[in-house]
């Protein structure tokens, strides 16, 4: 109803009492048309035509389901760009070219943050690898390609899966919202940052230890032979 009152530049209202003229949406046809089995009410020519309805129909439930499920990334995908306009080349480059910059500066590091820059470039070249599975490509060989290939300053280089090659991806017209690609990261790295201090926290609890089981149950006694705590027992025969 908010879609249709949008498109046809109406006002939705709860009483009839307060309709009037003023609130009337304009469109060329209204009609009632039969696909299939049901029955569809067809807006056209509307005022505003910034709302539409896509109908999808296939041979199957399963088939609609992931028709529909295409259809939403591709417009989630549209959505992106347009709010945030830059695009990133896809198939694996930004990071595979991400990865290459990491283990560079990973050598100017000293300790465990060498090896954490180490392991968040291999996190990243997770992406090309699974790309290169997917594809039904060696992802051993693809990944040294890749990288060879980057190195010599083809920075837009990646996976085209369609073609199983390694491959420019600006001359593929494979693209990625920037969006995307930095929550992606974000989440990735925020995910695992959150899973290290929980574990570093139950690290640091072990490692600390606590009073053995009972020893709350013993502060009475006290005194024996210079033990602390043991002065209380009160056994006779004992002179402390």
């Not at 009410?41 to 910034?50: A, D, Q, R, W």
């Not at 990071?95 to 943050?113: D, F, I, N, S, V």
């Not at 490692?207 to 009475?220: D, F, T, Y």
Request: charged content about 25%; hydrophobic content about 40%.
């Amino acid at each position: 109803m908010t879609k249709l009152a949008k498109a046809t530049g109406a006002r939705i209202i709860s009483n009839f009492d307060d309709l009037f003229e003023k609130d009337l949406g304009s469109a060329d046809l209204v009609e009632e048309r039969k696909v299939e089995t049901d029955k569809w009410t067809f807006v056209e020519g509307c005022k505003h035509p910034k709302a539409v309805t896509l109908l999808l129909r296939g041979g199957s439930q399963r088939v609609v389901d992931e028709v529909e499920r295409s259809v939403h990334d591709a417009l989630m995908v549209v959505k992106d760009v347009m709010e945030k306009p830059f695009i990133v080349a896809g198939g694996g480059a930004p990071e595979t070219y991400a990865a290459t910059k990491l283990r560079e500066w990973a050598k100017t590091l000293e300790g465990r943050e060498q090896l954490a820059v180490e392991k968040f470039a291999d996190s990243l070249e997770v992406i090309p690898i699974t790309l290169a599975e997917n594809a039904g490509m060696d992802p051993i060989d693809t990944l040294a390609s890749l990288r060879s290939k980057q190195l010599k300053g083809n920075k837009w280089t990646g996976i085209d899966v369609m073609k199983g090659q390694v491959a420019s991806m600006h001359t593929s017209d494979i693209f990625e919202p920037l969006s995307v690609k930095i929550q992606i990261i974000t989440c990735a790295t925020e995910a695992a940052s959150m899973i290290l201090r929980i574990d570093d926290v139950i690290a640091t609890a072990k490692s600390a230890g606590g009073p053995p089981p009972g020893a709350e149950g013993m502060g009475g006694m006290g005194g024996m032979g210079g033990m602390p705590g043991m002065g209380g027992m009160g056994m006779p025969g004992m002179d402390m």
